[in-house]
């Protein structure tokens, strides 16, 4: 409401017979588009408030279409005699298109009918478009113009590029919207020049896509992908598209891909949907393992995401191929040992994610408190991810130890799996013991510290006597030794000190105390926990003086004597005492009447 008075402020003209009105087009449909869905890619909740929208400006416009039986009305340019008539024509082209992506975003893609009916939302929002586009180049300035002309080409480009034809025709829609936005982003306010600007971002990858389908670019399959990692919603149709591509080109590939190796077995796959569904998954794996280190936390996380769902959708097809099996057995056996493998790699996949959790809050564990605001991790949060890492890697094993026959590849790899949650046990150990430390417990800290060294020595030499490599591992396992090394010391010297320290303090407590306090619901008073075994002055976490007994004492009940009803009262039968009444006597006159 507040940018439609400011353009209908902005709407009035010299020429009152011809009025020109101002529409910041891309300036409303952004801000619209963050407010109501779209910051998190909703489409149908955009979709409800364009059509809500539209009935509060046909309500107020009183444009409405009838009672009861339909009866249209069109815009034209004699209709429009205010700005509101534009933003009707506006919003009814962005309801369209919001319900065409609604479609597109569907779980498993759109059906063919789903994609007919999708293609025609987006020819219904460029018929809306175009008509904007006309209105406003005869009722509008000219840069509401300008705006309505590249909106309606970006319309047009968006419905040939879904269409898969006319890629010319959409190279020159996408062109024309983006000189458009590059003229309007050299003038203005800085928000309407920060808009064009992005708006040019968001046209170039589709720009380029095209003119990879007309074979004018050199464009590389990894390029497009390096591309679709943008962000915006005009870039959504150009991610459905790309997506599109990449899962014909996965079927391309499963075709040749017959077997899943894992640790010296070879399982055969003979459902299309599993081989893709690995075949993605692996894809996944190779950008992560190839960017690694560069690869910003927020991504690796949501690449772990999509490798642990096509990981689970190659399990649920594996798992109703095993329900249709019938009775033959070799079919059943291969099918459950590649279910086994799936599931064996999906439990790796899933303790390398816990260890990426696990070195962000190390990252964090060392900030102090005024970089960037952020919440600076406890250690107790370390050992519930440690408890997680433990659990997984008991998990594992026992999925590699269940067969029956067993390879020396699987015999090595629960030994690996044996030697890494050892050494997990020490760090989740060095990790306790800073808890301990931080709640001022000396002697615990001290022993888990010695026994968290232990662990991790005796996690080494094993690493050394099987032969297993893991540079990375060992080279951490000995910096927490030497870490160990120097709390343990530390805590020690520190317990002495407290230990020599412990009588000055006690007696500087004990001369503190006092009968009473400050009225406090939560103070705790010697004389209520004489029978508890808790120090109120050598305890270094109670931070307040303690006190004796509340004073004045409180009321208390006092039993008082019971109160005796006099019940019997009622059954007791007393005899007649009418004879023993004295005798009224009654005169002459009274005796009639009586």
Known sequence: MASMEVDSANSNTS??????????VLQLLKSAQMQHGLRHGDYTRYRRYCTARLRRLYKSLKFTHGRGKYAKRAITQSTVSEVRYLHVVLYTAERAWSHAMEKRQLPDGPNPRQRIYLIGRLRKAVKWATLFAQLCASKGDSKTSLEAEAYASYMTGNLLFEQDQNWDTALLNFKRAR?????????????????????????????????????????????????????????????????????EAR???????????????????????????????????????????????????????????????????????????????SVKDDLSGLDKAVSAVLGQRT??????????????????????NEKVTKPEELVRLYDLLLQNIADLSDLVSSGRDRRQEEVTFAEECSLKSLAFRGERCFYLAKSYSLAGKRAEAYVLYCHARSLIEDA??????????????????????????????????????????????????????SLTGAEKKSAKYLLQSLNNYESAVGDSNIKTAPHIEVFPPAFQV??????????????????SLENRMKKDRKGFISRLWG
Request: with cysteine.
């Open 460 to 513: 080494i030499q094993k690493f050394h006597t099987a032969n297993i490599s893991d540079p990375k591992l060992i080279e951490e396992l000995k910096t927490l030794i030497e870490e160990c090394r120097a709390n343990s010391c530390i805590e020690h010297a520190t317990g002495i000190i407290e230990e020599v320290k412990a009588p000055e303090n006690l007696s500087k407590k004990i001369s503190n105390m």
């Open 15 to 24: 020429d009152p017979d011809n009025p020109r009105f101002s529409v910041n």
């Open 179 to 247: 000189a458009v936005y590059e003229e309007l982003g050299k003038v203005g306010d800085l928000e309407n020049q920060v808009l064009c600007r992005e708006r040019v971002e968001e046209l170039e990858p589709s720009i380029r896509y095209c003119l990879h389908k007309i074979g004018k670019s050199n464009l590389q399959a990894s390029e497009l992908l390096h591309i679709g990692e943008m962000e915006g919603p005009a870039l959504d149709l150009f991610k459905a598209k790309l997506e599109a591509v990449m899962s």
């Open 251 to 329: 079927s391309q590939q499963a075709v040749s891909m017959t077997e899943f190796h894992w640790l010296g077995h070879r399982f055969p796959i003979s459902n299309a949907k599993t081989r893709v569904s690995i075949l993605k998954a692996r894809e996944l794996e190779k950008d992560l393992q190839g960017s690694a280190d560069s690869l910003p936390v927020e991504k690796g996380l949501s690449i772990f995401d999509k490798i642990f769902a096509a990981y689970h959708e190659a399990r649920s097809s594996i798992r109703s191929d095993l329900v249709s099996a019938g009775n033959a057995e």
């Open 351 to 372: 303790i390398e994610r816990n260890q990426l959790l696990v070195k962000i809050a190390k990252s964090k564990l060392v900030r102090r408190h005024d970089e960037k």
């Open 558 to 575: 006092i039993p008082r004597n019971p109160i005796v009803l006099d019940i019997a009262f009622n059954f007791i039968d007393f005899p």
